[in-house]
């Protein structure tokens, strides 16, 4: 077990991909409320603490394409590392209907050493990761719940998510929908938040980038994890092959 809020598998693979998980964990460490941000566990069980399924989906993606892959160590609750340090919502006090009372009376001290401890140096491990590769390609894994509470189910197997650089994302999107997948273009959310982890990472620097979302009811045990895995990396490897990056 590691006190570091991230987890690096697979440094020394030579593949060009860079497998990311933002939200791959439900950990609340226990400097921050002794553990505990007020939610009961069935809470800390739902989609708002984490991405469910997503960091077994990266760790076997990331073997299947030789490559490297990090992963957080802390719920997205505490602070989300795929938001902007200046995002309102990188400390949620409110998600999908559930208040979290760990967080509704925190103050800028508070937010300042969640950042300082985890926040800042996951990014940083993210970027030393990417500038120690040859020509990376960032590939973040995340997952998506299939209803969010009072609308309407979300039909996606797989949602493909892109901003201004669109090189692998189109190919990609594709090549989903070429194998009969149910596949979203810039869903179910948008492709572009300032200051996430794939700007940070990605577009800032020119690197193509591709944000995968799964439907979690589809990945939820090890055997869709796998599943799901084996699906993407060749379908991966056949996009980037494409866009000629």
């Known amino acids: 077990m590691t006190n570091e809020p991230f987890e690096i598998i697979g440094d ?7 497998v990311a998980c933002d939200h791959a964990t439900n950990i609340i460490p226990e400097w921050v409320h002794n553990g505990d941000l007020g939610l009961p566990a069935a ?17 076997k993606l990331a073997e299947a394409l030789d490559s490297p892959a ?24 409110l998600y999908d209907g559930t ?16 950042l300082q401890r985890l926040y800042r140096p996951y990014h940083a491990a993210y970027a030393d990761l990417a500038n120690k590769m040859d020509n ?23 949602g493909v998510l892109y ?7 189109l190919p990609f999107i594709a ?12 869903q179910p959310y948008a492709g572009h938040l300032p200051g996430d982890a794939v700007d940070r990472h990605g577009l800032q620097h020119g690197r193509p980038n591709v944000l995968i979302e799964l439907r979690q009811d589809l990945i939820a045990d090890e055997a869709g994890q796998t599943l799901w895995a084996n699906r993407l990396a060749p379908v991966l490897t056949k996009a980037l092959a494409q866009s000629g990056l």
């Open 12 to 18: 020394n693979r030579p593949g060009r991909w860079l």
């Open 43 to 59: 809470d800390m069980d739902r989609h708002i603490a984490y991405d469910i399924g997503a960091a077994g989906v990266t760790r």
């Open 70 to 93: 990090i992963l957080s160590r802390f719920s997205r609750l505490v602070c989300d590392p795929n938001r902007g340090e200046d995002d309102p919502t990188i400390m949620m006090r």
């Open 99 to 114: 208040i979290i009372p760990g967080n509704r009376n925190a103050d800028d001290a508070e937010k300042e050493e969640r």
């Open 136 to 158: 990376p390609v960032i590939c973040a894994v995340h997952s998506f719940t299939p209803r969010l509470q009072g609308r309407h189910p979300r039909p996606w197997e797989i």
């Open 163 to 169: 901003a201004d650089d669109a090189r692998l994302a």
């Open 175 to 186: 090549a989903c929908r070429a194998q009969g997948w149910c596949t979203g273009e810039n």
